[in-house]
């Protein structure tokens, strides 16, 4: 589940690892599905002691620590995936610890419930290229009026499906694609050539509101409990939600009852009232 709000929560906290030098690699034994590594753990394991890590960043959902040699270990947690600097939730689900030195935290764990999260480790000066390169595209908190429109605006596709392509903006998920089309009052079943240069004025604004909103609560923990930011705490935006999960409850705007659709097989909440077609 993590999105950019998360990932970013988890970074800004994760950071005070930075200018700590790498001890040792620790893999964990675990019994459930094991995590994609790339190019596999025996690189990481050769690579990374002895390496300071010199920046920790952010590109839309993944986590990226930078060190001293511009190499660099990216996180996705992808569903369930954690980046740690205190105890994780639960000791069976951790599966990466490094083990660090210097003034800050000691070290820094990896832990994903379902196992679907992956780590890539990047050859010196080769990570952001390589993760633009087909695979991500402009930062959602960073990119222009003009970009957006350039990605997605001639695109037939449904705008709520549109905004959660990571290779044409990265960073924006299920979750907040509906709070932004709310925020927005824009139709999540509108195709993205149908929208007027008002619509996305409106989109554009919204993308740096919710997503920054988000930041300062921390993100958003759900039902299961299962996201939590880099100090196994959780957070608290879920409290602010207008639409997500609220289907049948009053529009927070109109009163209208909160509707839900399945787009690209994921839930869609909205104010039918607010966000007509």
Same mark, same amino acid.
């Given at each position: 589940?993590?999105?950019?709000?998360?990932?970013?929560?988890?970074?800004?906290? +994760?950071?005070?690892?930075?200018?700590?030098?790498?001890?040792? +690699?620790?893999?964990?034994?675990?019994?459930?599905?094991?995590?994609?590594?790339?190019?596999?753990?025996?690189?990481?394991?050769?690579? #990374?002691?002895?390496?300071?890590?010199?920046? +920790?960043?952010?590109?839309?959902?993944?986590?990226?620590?930078?060190?001293?040699?511009?190499?660099? #270990?990216?996180?996705?947690?992808?569903?369930?995936?954690?980046?740690?600097?205190?105890?994780?939730?639960?000791?069976?689900?951790?599966?990466?610890?490094?083990?660090?030195?210097?003034?800050?935290?000691?070290? #820094?764990?990896?832990?994903?419930?379902?196992?679907?999260?992956?780590?890539?480790?990047?050859?010196?000066?080769?990570?952001?290229?390589?993760?633009?390169?087909?695979?991500?595209?402009?930062?959602?908190?960073?990119?222009?009026?003009?970009?957006?429109?350039?990605?997605?605006?001639?695109?037939?596709?449904?705008?709520?499906?549109?905004?959660?392509?990571?290779?044409?903006?990265?960073?924006?998920?299920?979750?907040?694609?509906?709070?932004?089309?709310?925020?927005?009052?824009? $139709?999540?079943?509108? $195709?993205?050539?149908?929208?007027? $240069?008002?619509?996305?004025?409106?989109?554009?604004?919204?993308?740096?509101?919710?997503?920054?909103?988000?930041?300062?609560?921390?993100?958003?923990?759900?039902?299961?409990?299962?996201?939590?930011?880099?100090?196994?705490?959780?957070?608290?935006?879920?409290?602010?939600?207008?639409?997500?999960?609220?289907?049948?409850?009053?529009?927070?705007?109109?009163?209208?009852?909160?509707?839900?659709? +399945?787009?690209?097989?994921?839930?869609?909440?909205?104010?039918?009232?607010?966000?007509?077609?």
């Amino acid at each position: 589940m993590p999105e950019l709000p998360e990932v970013e929560t988890m970074r800004r906290t +994760v950071r005070e690892v930075e200018g700590q030098r790498v001890l040792q +690699v620790r893999w964990v034994r675990s019994r459930f599905r094991p995590l994609v590594v790339r190019p596999h753990r025996a690189a990481i394991c050769r690579t #990374l002691p002895g390496r300071k890590i010199q920046q +920790v960043r952010r590109r839309g959902k993944y986590l990226v620590l930078v060190f001293d040699d511009r190499s660099a #270990l990216a996180f996705h947690p992808r569903m369930t995936g954690l980046v740690l600097v205190e105890d994780p939730p639960d000791w069976e689900h951790l599966r990466l610890e490094l083990r660090l030195q210097g003034p800050g935290p000691r070290v #820094l764990r990896f832990w994903d419930r379902r196992g679907l999260g992956t780590l890539e480790l990047f050859a010196p000066g080769t990570w952001e290229t390589q993760l633009a390169q087909g695979r991500l595209g402009p930062d959602a908190l960073t990119i222009s009026l003009g970009e957006l429109r350039r990605r997605v605006g001639h695109l037939r596709a449904p705008v709520k499906v549109a905004l959660m392509d990571q290779q044409r903006l990265a960073g924006v998920g299920n979750l907040y694609a509906s709070e932004v089309l709310f925020q927005a009052r824009v $139709p999540p079943t509108l $195709p993205c050539c149908r929208l007027e $240069p008002h619509h996305w004025r409106r989109i554009h604004r919204a993308l740096r509101t919710v997503l920054e909103e988000a930041i300062r609560y921390e993100g958003s923990t759900l039902a299961d409990g299962t996201y939590r930011n880099a100090l196994n705490r959780p957070g608290s935006y879920q409290n602010h939600h207008r639409v997500y999960g609220r289907a049948g409850q009053p529009c927070p705007r109109c009163k209208t009852p909160i509707c839900r659709i +399945v787009q690209a097989q994921r839930s869609t909440f909205f104010c039918p009232q607010c966000q007509k077609v």
